[in-house]
């Protein structure tokens, strides 16, 4: 069963059919746009109130982050906004899949409709036509048919009338006659045109008209068809992201799981504690015995209350839910309780010693770049780094002076200054070998003075150093002579062990198989690190 067979005379049916097709794609188009929007919307509101109760800029150290509730209720928001994005996810790809695809294919629709309804009203028009020709021609024929009777009936009528002269009567016969030969000839061309119409007819209703209608019918069936597969990919497009997005309610699950309060409970002591004794018990003040007031507030020894170890009024007791003052921030931290004092200036001096072995390692590079400088004037000018060496010398003894500050205050609270260590070895200007220890103080191996600039050396002997374990390989692309102290040559293509990355010199530290090691440029090599 066709359309082309069965519709035959159901042209506005099939006109109307297909327009109605037309529109359900558009529509359906039109709704897949606003689900869109609405999972944009939301989306966006998702990410507004993960972004509303998440950490402020600068606000991950205040001390309710130690604690595990709230690193869970931050995972949560973490994964909050994940989830905001497979939303995100799905908009996109539904706009892109269904959307733009299904605009673009009913733009093609409306155009292959629009031909072939064209080639039905061309057919019918040329049709039509013939179908005038034919009525023409006929009514020509009846027209001079009937012409041709009332002269014969004329020409007979002549003949028979006695007063009728020779010449009349062969006049009407010649008239009769010639009337006749042209309804002869109009019925000829009438039967001609009756036959071409019945041809064109036929090929009308029997192959033209069915093949544009069957073509209709493909065309529908394809626009079913691809309408259904939007249809699934409505449903798959959300399926695809399912993993990800239960990967995110996971991640929620876990963050629950994850709260110990046991846990918090022990971050709060270990915040909040304060080191102080319980006070003890007031002693009884007898003013019957006469005792002078002065001598008996002496002879109370003394307080062991939290009030008077902070050097406060002993005449004023210790309330535990007293409302206290916030306390003036000194650099020193004593406006803290001690424990909480002793772990702030902990974690000052590690700081420290942070930035100051940073400053250590840029005197290191900075000197070996002088060294190769000195001795390879066309690499650069040794005295371009004068003013980097001399800030980073400044910064070195800046934070020296810094580190040992913090300890002697932590000494006082009772800590044991535990700062993280840092090489210490250095050159300064004058070349005397400098010796730092761990606490920031300088030896007495060198009398230099501290403000001037300070080289790093190149160490000479890696065999007295334990061997350091290679972070990764590089490939050298050029030759390179190595002719400075503490460099290595290499040839293009040789592969070396990479022991130590370039720290912004532009030099990298690297080792043969046989043990040699030495300093390469960057930019000659291609670096591969371990991951």
Not at 27 to 33: L, T
Not at 480 to 492: D, L, N
């Amino acid at each position: 069963m066709d359309w082309g067979t069965d519709l035959w005379d159901q042209y506005d049916i099939i006109d109307k059919h297909t327009q109605s097709g037309l529109d359900l794609v558009e529509k359906y188009v039109k709704f897949v746009k606003e689900r869109t929007e609405i999972e944009q919307s939301y989306a966006k509101q998702l990410r507004n109130l993960s972004k509303k109760y998440n950490l402020k800029r600068g606000s991950k150290d205040e001390p309710e982050c130690r604690f595990s509730s709230y690193q869970s209720f931050l995972d949560i928001l973490n994964e909050t906004n994940d989830y905001a994005g497979q939303r995100e996810l799905i908009a996109e790809n539904m706009m892109m899949n269904i959307c733009i695809e299904l605009t673009k294919y009913l733009q093609e629709l409306k155009q292959e409709r629009k031909t072939y309804l064209l080639d039905a009203r061309k057919a019918q028009q040329s049709l039509e036509s013939t179908y005038k020709q034919l009525d023409s021609s006929k009514k020509r024929f009846e027209r001079e048919w009937r012409e041709a009777e009332r002269a014969a009936q004329y020409a007979e009528k002549t003949d028979q009338d006695i007063n009728a002269t020779k010449a009349d009567v062969e006049k009407a016969k010649q008239q009769a006659h010639m009337r006749a030969h042209v309804a002869e000839e109009c019925k000829n061309d009438y039967a001609a045109q009756l036959q071409k119409y019945n041809k064109e007819q036929n090929q009308f209703y029997f192959n033209d008209m069915p093949i544009i209608f069957n073509k209709l019918q493909d065309m529908d069936e394809t626009r079913i068809r691809k309408l259904a597969q939007g249809y699934v990919l409505f449903s798959d497009t959300e399926k695809h992201v399912m993993p990800i997005i239960g990967k995110c309610l996971e991640g929620i699950t876990k963050a629950g799981t994850n709260v110990n309060e046991r846990n918090d409970s022990m971050a709060v002591i270990e915040q909040h504690k304060s080191g102080f004794e319980r006070p003890g018990d007031l002693e009884f003040e007898d003013y019957s015995q006469g005792i002078n007031r002065a001598n008996s507030d002496s002879s109370l020894g003394t307080p062991k209350g939290p009030m008077d170890l902070l050097g406060k009024n002993r005449s004023k007791n210790f309330w535990l839910f007293s409302k206290k003052s916030k306390p003036t921030v000194s650099e020193d931290f004593t406006h803290l309780p001690p424990e909480q004092r002793r772990k702030r200036l902990q974690q000052k001096l590690d700081e420290i010693s942070k930035e100051l072995q940073k400053e250590v390692d840029q005197s290191e590079a900075l000197g070996k770049m002088k060294d190769v400088y000195e001795k390879n004037p066309q690499m650069g000018d040794p005295a371009s780094l004068a003013s980097q060496i001399s800030q980073t010398a400044q910064n070195m003894e800046r934070l020296r002076g810094e580190l040992g500050k913090y300890e002697m205050w932590l000494a006082e609270a009772g800590g044991r200054g535990e700062t993280l260590r840092y090489r210490s070895h250095a050159f300064n200007n004058n070349g005397a070998h400098d010796v730092y220890s761990p606490d920031g103080a300088q030896s007495d191996e060198s009398t230099a003075d501290p403000s001037q600039a300070i080289y790093a050396e190149f160490d000479d002997d890696f065999e007295e150093e334990e061997l350091t374990l290679p972070i990764g390989k590089c490939t050298a692309m050029y030759n390179f002579p190595g002719a400075s102290e503490g460099t290595i040559s290499m040839q293009e293509g040789e592969v070396l062990a990479v022991v130590e990355e370039d720290k912004g010199d532009g030099w990298t530290r690297v080792r043969r198989t046989n043990g040699d090691e030495g300093y390469i440029p960057t930019s000659y090599v291609t670096i591969a690190l371990n991951k």
